[in-house]
């Protein structure tokens, strides 16, 4: 069991570049969550997948961000025309049945000069 | 607007004695509860959870209690051991949308 891996684990972009990032989940787990996390705050929750189904989208994912899950297995989120208000932590878990458990990645830190 | 609150951002406990984390929230439809624990440079572990229907579970060393009248949970560890100094967050669900605190962080003193 290799958990929840998330490529790149730090990413610096400068503003008006866009940039995609790769959460693959545990295998099997249907259920798959990202969330954006700022210093001193809890993660944001901003998109779930059921399968390859985006079933869940918070207001905070603006028309710049898109999330794909094509198959069903990983995820990718892109940022489009990067703000530096974008610079955070983007975390991606995954859970499968009907357990709230949720299995965590290490996150990928964007920073946006 | 912040529905799930952590007031308290640090605390400090002796090795052994009980760590105490209080957690509020607003959303009276929230039906799941859950702790989870973060060290840096990783992502969030979770710890134990709690159904709205029940007021209390037990894991080992640590216990979860919800109040539902008066919109709070609480984290309880004991004995506590220096190896729980961490950030720990509270979480609540409604359907498949998750809601964060801020975070306490643990110091456990040896």
């Known amino acids: 069991d290799t958990g929840v891996s998330q490529d790149p684990r730090h990413k610096i972009t400068k503003r008006g570049q866009n940039v995609t990032f790769r959460c693959d989940p545990i295998s099997e787990h249907n259920r798959l969550y990202w969330y954006r996390q700022t210093l001193g705050q809890g993660p944001e929750f901003l998109t779930y997948?059921?399968?390859?189904?985006?079933?869940?989208k918070s207001r905070l994912l603006s028309d710049r961000f898109s999330a794909e899950r094509p198959k069903g297995s990983f995820s990718t989120l892109e940022i489009q025309r990067t703000e530096q208000g974008d610079s955070a932590m983007y975390l991606c878990?995954?859970?499968?049945?009907?357990?709230?458990?949720?299995?965590f990645g290490p996150g990928t830190r964007l920073t946006v000069l | 607007d912040q529905q799930v609150k952590q007031n308290s951002p640090s605390l400090s406990v002796q090795e052994g004695r009980i760590s105490i984390l209080n957690c509020d929230y607003t959303n009276s439809m929230f039906d799941y509860f859950l702790w989870y624990k973060k060290y840096p440079a990783e992502g969030p572990t979770f710890l134990i959870s709690?159904?709205?229907?029940?007021d209390k579970n037990e894991d080992g060393r640590f216990t979860v209690f919800l109040n539902k009248s008066a919109k709070h949970l609480s984290l309880h560890i004991v004995p506590s051991q220096p190896g729980d100094s961490a950030v720990y967050f509270c979480a609540a669900s409604t359907g498949n949308q998750f809601y964060f605190g801020t975070g306490t962080s643990l110091t456990v003193i040896p």
């Open positions: 709690i159904s709205s229907i029940k």
């Open positions: 878990a995954s859970s499968v049945g009907l357990t709230n458990e949720q299995f």
């Open positions: 997948f059921q399968n390859e189904a985006q079933l869940e």
